[in-house]
């Protein structure tokens, strides 16, 4: 029995939950996982899982054992990236999830440079505005906007944008523009439910004003608040990265400049407990250097 490949099957064991999963994950099949920690535990002579009809639990001692054997296989890793990249550069599969539009418009027009630059490299991108279970799917990177309501994960923020009021100059010229946050009681807004929803907050010198926004429209993902916006269906908190092309053509206007609303924060999310690869740090890296660009 390989011992780091046996160690590897119980982490992929544990991180699913589940003989079935892992072994979907590696590719393999259900009787060679069960059997590899059938021959781990037989090895260590202690019972790492307990099986049941409800799947599998660690044991206190599988616990302490995946906490190492997880930290060895992310050592071990990062090793042999070290040694490639000493040598011919990053290679092999580099899976990221990314909001949809944000990575349309921002991520994937400029991945010719990065894959350029590593050429050895392949992109995986998954697009999803839903904050994806990192590891189930398999993930070494996701980038995330807003705020991030898991304090357990691995987290660096690498940008922020701040956010405005907008709509198109045909709808302002229907409904009129307004000229105080309470204003926007009389207009329609474009309601992002993944994002800050219906609850606005503005700010001005030391004066704030919460306002719970009224819309006909409720949108749970980025691109609909787009084309909802662009026609002319009402206006939307936003930040200037959604609307980003709009805003430099005239497409849309903002209004309400002399009030602030939070700053929208974009995040590199990582596995828990595992080290973030070469190549997701990489990836990370040229993204931040394109938000200062």
Request: hydrophobic share 45%.
């Amino acid at each position: 029995m390989d011992r780091l490949t046996a160690m590897e099957t119980f982490v992929h064991v544990v991180e699913t939950g589940s003989f079935s999963a892992a072994a979907k994950r590696l590719g393999i099949g259900q009787p060679a996982v069960s059997k590899s920690v059938a021959q781990l535990e037989a090895r260590l002579a202690v019972r790492l899982v307990m099986r049941s009809t409800r799947g599998l639990t660690p044991t206190e001692a599988g616990l302490a054992f995946f906490d190492k054997a997880k930290r060895a296989i992310d050592e071990a890793d990062a090793a042999d990236e070290a040694a490639r990249g000493a040598g011919s550069g990053l290679s092999g599969n580099l899976r990221i999830s990314a909001p949809v539009t944000f990575a349309r418009m921002h991520i994937i027009a400029h991945l010719g440079a990065f894959l350029e630059q590593y050429p050895g490299v392949n992109v995986d991108v998954v697009l999803d505005d839903r904050s994806l279970n990192l590891v189930e799917e398999g993930i070494d990177v996701a980038l995330r906007m807003g705020n991030l309501n898991d304090s357990s994960l691995t987290a660096r923020k690498i940008g922020e944008s701040p956010c405005v009021i907008l709509g198109t100059p045909a709808y302002f010229e229907r409904f009129g523009e307004p000229a105080t946050p309470a204003d926007l009681l009389q207009h329609q807004a474009v309601i992002y439910t993944r994002g800050e929803g219906s609850h606005w907050n503005f700010t001005q010198g030391d004066k704030q004003y919460p306002l719970v926004a009224q819309g006909r429209v409720r949108v749970t993902a980025a691109e609909g608040v787009r084309a909802a916006v662009l026609s002319h269906l009402g206006l939307t908190l936003s930040s200037t990265w959604m609307f980003a092309p709009e805003l430099a053509s005239g497409e849309v206007k903002t209004v309400l400049t002399d009030w602030k609303l939070p700053s929208r924060d974009l995040w590199a999310v990582f596995p828990s407990g595992r080290m973030a690869s070469a190549k997701a740090r990489a990836f990370v890296e040229y993204v931040e250097q394109l938000l200062n660009r």
